[in-house]
Nanobody
Framework: VQLQASGGGLVQAGGSLRLSCAAS????????MGWFRQAPGKEREFVAV????????YYADSVKGRATISRDNVKNTVYLHLNNLKPEDTAVYYC????????????????????WGKGTLVTVSS
């Protein structure tokens, strides 16, 4: 499975952004897909994940209420809407895909994602 993230850019605080992650390859729609981010000088952290069926989602506390993850399995694309952006949301955002990790396990050091995409940079100015 190949993942291609896009949609990053420069946004003012309080603004919104939509990130996209297009998946290609065999049975891409079978994978749970989600987002991580890595801010300068910080470790990568989990942001959000959506089940392959689109019926279940899980968010990090840092974005809960400000983020919505969705997917279109016809287009094999996952979206992350971020609202009310804050300067601390500035990071490189990476999408990931995994078959077996429970949604609540995303971000745990005990689980490795099956596939990663290259990141897209989001910069939020104050």
């Amino acid at each position: 499975v190949q993942l291609q993230a896009s949609g990053g850019g420069l946004v003012q605080a309080g603004g919104s952004l939509r990130l996209s992650c297009a998946a290609s390859g065999r049975a891409a729609s079978d994978y749970d897909m989600g987002w991580f981010r890595q801010a300068p000088g910080k470790e990568r952290e989990f942001v959000a994940v959506i089940k392959w069926s689109g019926t279940e989602t899980y968010y990090a506390d840092s974005v809960k209420g400000r983020a919505t993850i969705s997917r279109d399995n016809v287009k094999n694309t996952v979206y992350l809407h971020l609202n009310n952006l804050k300067p601390e949301d500035t990071a490189v955002y990476y999408c990931a895909a995994d078959l077996t990790t429970p949604l609540t396990g995303w971000g745990s050091p005990y689980y490795e994602m099956d596939y990663w995409g290259k990141g897209t940079l989001v910069t939020v100015s104050s």
